[in-house]
């Protein structure tokens, strides 16, 4: 078919007449490219610290990825910039964000409830705590694994301690815990119990709470998690801020360096509060006013910035989007006048040219086939009578030339003589007919391999019955019970086998039979001499395997797998 001069020059038009809408169509590719490197430098500028310059990049990237309707990028970096404005205080400009994000997260569930954890992170931080809880609930519906559930159930759990609801608190973080799914979590598991021994401590179970405080810490500690023994640290300070004030500035004075290293304005203010408190040194009353004048005034900044990266991209990506919209539409116009005609014509003529020669090279094909079927058929049926039936015949009718028929015992011996060639016939005419592959196929292969025992041989067959033969496909059936009446032919006319032995067996996704006989072998070197050529070649067309091993007078052994 490929060869088909009008074939060529099928092709070759297709391609000359795409030639020139390149222009469009490689626009979201060269737009998507991109958008992932700028989605790869905005990340960078996040790792970094870099906030400003990485929502920049991160809403840019977003517009990008909008040209190419690529939903699962667009949602990835509007979740990116809701979580930095979360960092910078920015929580209502967050959940704008994060409503923008929604509708692109139906399609990804891991995205859906990452969005529903920062709608509850917001609304927590802005102390809306049924609301917040509504969205951490929303965020466990949607994730995927029982890992995915446990940090917005920690959360929830959080709220209910902001709440003073200590014992719901407790019941969360027990059942986290209970189910072991954070066990290879270290860090995830020690905020677990972190937050629960601060429950017990804040509901009155100081012995208890302090126990599991100081367990968290130790995990952190070992797992390094220098970050979340902030958290540890403060609450450490808040236990001993009233009956051991040493204690308590020790705490907070290594929740506010760590803090510090972290640039983590929050957790420093929350440790400065408790040296305060304690009356330590004054220099920690100015460090406090001068950090929580700072970051009122960065985060208000932060908070005009964001707003005005979103509307400046977004008057940018209009009146982009409008130009392109503009021009597109000119040259699609043009495009369309002059082609449209010319292809839809020359589209029609050339398939209706193109099914004529598929018709004609398939129907010759199926010709051919048959002939070639019928004249191997023919063959073979040649062949067997001749090797099977030609020698018995001859046989018959010299013993009813040199014998007296008068003696009974004769006449029995003709008889029996007779019922073989019968046999035989019957053996060549099976072989031939079509292979019945529904109901009765397993007890007509059982049935075709039971006739080759007989006094001389014994035929054993191993699980047959186990084999679920309905989910054998047609084809297959066809093809073990040729494969497997020709080594039987095989037996009988070259291995003179005493005993025979057919195992069948299975799994999910293959079906094996081993066949071994105890007769004379053969060379290795001369087995496709001996016809089994043809086993070789029905297997290998089923995707299967077929494997030969014999020697002289040591029997002969093939090992069968065919897929399922």
């Not at 130790?218 to 640290?233: F, H, N, P, V, W």
Request: proline fraction near 1%.
């Amino acid at each position: 078919m490929l060869q088909s001069p009008f074939f060529c020059f099928f092709i070759f038009f297709l391609f000359f007449s795409c030639e020139e809408k390149t222009s469009i169509l490689v626009q979201p590719e060269k737009s998507s490219k991109e958008a992932k490197l700028i989605q790869e430098k905005a990340t960078d500028q996040f790792l970094k610290n870099n906030y400003n310059n990485a929502f920049y990049l991160f809403n840019k990237s977003k517009i990008a990825f909008e040209a190419s309707k690529d939903s699962l990028n667009i949602v990835y970096n509007l979740i990116r910039m809701a979580n930095i404005q979360q960092i910078n205080g920015d929580y209502y400009g967050s959940k704008e964000t994060l409503t923008e994000a929604l509708p692109y997260a139906e399609i990804d569930k891991t995205y859906k409830s990452a969005i529903h954890n920062f709608f509850g992170i917001a609304d927590k931080e802005l102390s809306i705590y049924d609301d917040a809880i509504f969205y951490y609930n929303e965020a466990i519906k949607v994730a995927n694994d029982q890992v995915a559930k446990q940090s917005p159930l920690n959360n929830i759990a959080v709220v209910y301690i902001k709440k003073k609801n200590y014992d719901e608190a407790i019941k969360i973080l027990e059942s986290i815990l209970k189910t072991k799914a954070l066990d290879n979590f270290v860090k995830s598991k020690s905020r677990v119990i972190d937050n629960l021994g601060f429950a017990y401590f804040k509901k009155g179970s100081n012995e208890k709470g302090l126990e599991l405080m100081n367990e968290a810490l130790q995990l952190r500690t070992k797992a390094d998690d220098l970050y979340g023994s902030i958290e540890s640290y403060l609450h450490l300070a808040e236990y001993y801020s009233k009956n051991n004030l040493q204690k308590t500035n020790e705490y907070a004075k290594k929740a506010y360096d760590i803090a510090t290293k972290f640039n983590s304005i929050d957790e420093r203010l929350r440790a400065l509060s408790f040296l305060i408190s304690n009356g330590s040194d004054a220099k920690y009353g100015k460090k406090y006013i001068s950090l929580n004048d700072s970051i009122i005034k960065v985060r208000n900044n932060f908070k005009n910035k964001f707003a005005k990266i979103k509307y400046d991209s977004k008057k940018e990506k209009d009146e982009n989007q409008k130009l392109r919209l503009e021009k597109a539409e000119n040259l699609l116009a043009l495009q369309k006048a002059q082609y449209q005609k010319i292809l839809f014509i020359i589209g029609i003529t050339s398939l209706f040219l193109l099914l004529l020669y598929l018709r004609k090279y398939y129907q010759n094909r199926n010709r051919i086939e048959k002939i070639e079927t019928a004249y191997n058929t023919e063959t073979r049926i040649a062949k067997d009578i001749h090797d099977e039936l030609a020698n018995d015949v001859f046989n018959a009718i010299a013993f009813t030339q040199t014998q007296p028929l008068e003696n009974e015992s004769i006449k029995e011996t003709l008889v029996q003589k007779l019922d073989t060639i019968y046999s035989r016939v019957r053996g060549i005419s099976r072989e031939n007919n079509d292979i019945d592959t529904g109901i009765n196929y397993p007890n007509n292969l059982k049935e075709m391999l039971s006739t080759y025992n007989s006094s001389q041989t014994n035929v054993i067959i191993n699980g047959f019955d186990k084999i679920n033969w309905d989910s054998v496909e047609d084809l297959k059936k066809i093809a073990i019970q040729r494969v497997l009446h020709e080594l039987m032919v095989n037996m009988k006319k070259h291995s003179e086998a005493s005993v025979v032995s057919i195992k069948f067996n299975s799994n999910s996704n293959s079906l094996f039979i081993d066949y071994s006989d105890i007769g004379k072998g053969c060379e290795k070197s001369k087995i496709i001499k001996n016809g089994l050529q043809n086993m070789e070649n029905r297997i290998l067309a089923l995707k299967g395997t077929i494997t030969f091993d014999t020697e002289p007078n040591k029997g002969f052994k093939v090992k069968i797998t065919i897929p399922k």
